[in-house]
């Protein structure tokens, strides 16, 4: 019987969804082309019609949650009208209920942040999705920053782009402790403490700073 095109999506997806599982309970390194297969009633063969390597799992992961990712933050800031720092702070609150509300996305940034075993090799293979992925979220952050300093709300001074890179790195520390059970306060607290912080430091006179305590 002739596979549909519907019918050969729905197997990429389930071989993702079983890596994804995998890699969750056993790390990168330890999971195989045999138990994804396995665990789906699937030869290793037909894995590998779909995916030559662990890499491109990887990768097929990353670009599928990152679309997903990119969605979900669209549908929130379409709502919204003229854009404040009070978005951006939302948008990262907005992932971590979404990290709590949703297992697979949980799953998945737990695997990529804590788990992945990442190297020089590993690391060439998927750097497309790698890239794609840093480039959406930069470009969010540098798109929303510069509309507020268009609204004279951030200093004119100040280089966007080096906010938006240390914007990122903060939550991305954030979420690693957070993952990792390293926090000592809530997780939301500090993303709102932090951001505020850093938000405190660029405004333009006379925009009302933050407080930075709850």
Known sequence: MRRTKEDA???RRDILASAMDIFYEKGYSKTTFDEIAKRINLTKGAVYWYFRNKPDIVAALINEFATQHMVLIEEFLAKR???DFQDIIDVELLINEHIRQDQKFSK???FITCQMEWSETIIS??????EQTKKIT???FTNMLMDLQKQNKISAQIDISTIADILISLYGGLLEGYFTKRLYHDFDELVKIGFNLIFNSIKANGVQNENQLS
């Open 108 to 110: 998945f940034l737990f």
């Open 138 to 140: 930069r470009d969010l």
């Open 125 to 130: 293979k998927i750097m497309p999705s790698i």
């Open 81 to 83: 009208q003229e854009a």
């Open 9 to 11: 999506e729905q197997t």
